[in-house]
T-cell receptor, first 111, second 115 residues
């Protein structure tokens, strides 16, 4: 399985943008890049996913490198409620492919 | 809309006892997943069902663990007999189908403590 590498932790100030990096140098052509986050005492929550083009939704933006070997999750204005563990996951497009969670990045947001 | 519903939220029991965790997936979702989360090992997939049929149970740690999905709206994860090392948070998730990139929706988990 193609793996992802993320920093263990990051800090941000409230109301500032946050860029969460993810390296996936062994990504295959059919792997989608998914991001989930897990708030304290809750189950993981879907954030965004993409294949090649940058993606935007109400929660975040996903910037994907041209060679697809890395991506960045962008929170445009961090709030205290964004403090969570953020997971970058590759998922193949074949039936039955599951999500394999790594260690993720623990984001701390300072007021 | 109701999300994935898990019960109980917390369970404390003595080792050797049987433990049953329950999950109600989102209505209309055909895929169901059971995960376990610990500090040491992170979030691990235990078993995955599609259309009520177990597809991949390679993550189930031992024969003491079993999972069933008797119908599209209910699944159980059973541990018998339970051991202290089974203490963890167990999550259930569902997804509309197995083919698309639709996201998985997770429940709030069952925090299990085996004494």
């Amino acid at each position: 399985d193609a793996k992802t590498t993320q920093p263990n932790s990051m800090e941000s100030n409230e109301e500032e943008p946050v860029h969460l990096p993810c390296n996936h140098s062994t990504i295959s052509g059919t792997d989608y890049i998914h991001w989930y986050r897990q708030l304290p005492s809750q189950g993981p929550e879907y954030v965004i996913h993409g294949l090649t083009s940058n993606v935007n939704n109400r929660m975040a933006s996903l910037a994907i490198a041209e060679d697809r070997k890395s991506s960045t999750l962008i929170l445009h204005r961090a709030t205290l409620r964004d403090a969570a563990v953020y997971y970058c996951i590759l998922r193949g497009n074949n039936a039955g492919n599951m999500l394999t969670f790594g260690g993720g990045t623990r984001l701390m947001v300072k007021p | 809309d109701a999300g994935v519903i898990q019960s109980p939220r917390h369970e404390v029991t003595e080792m050797g006892q049987e433990v049953t965790l329950r999950c109600k997936p989102i209505s209309g979702h055909n895929s169901l997943f059971w995960y376990r989360q610990t500090m040491m090992r992170g979030l691990e997939l235990l078993i995955y069902f599609n259309n009520n049929v177990p597809i991949d149970d390679s993550g189930m740690p031992e024969d003491r663990f079993s999972a069933k999905m008797p119908n599209a709206s209910f699944s159980t994860l059973k541990i018998q007999p339970s051991e202290p090392r089974d203490s963890a948070v167990y999550f259930c998730a569902s997804r509309p189908d197995s083919l698309s990139n639709q996201p998985q929706h997770f429940g709030d988990g069952t925090r299990l403590s085996i004494l």
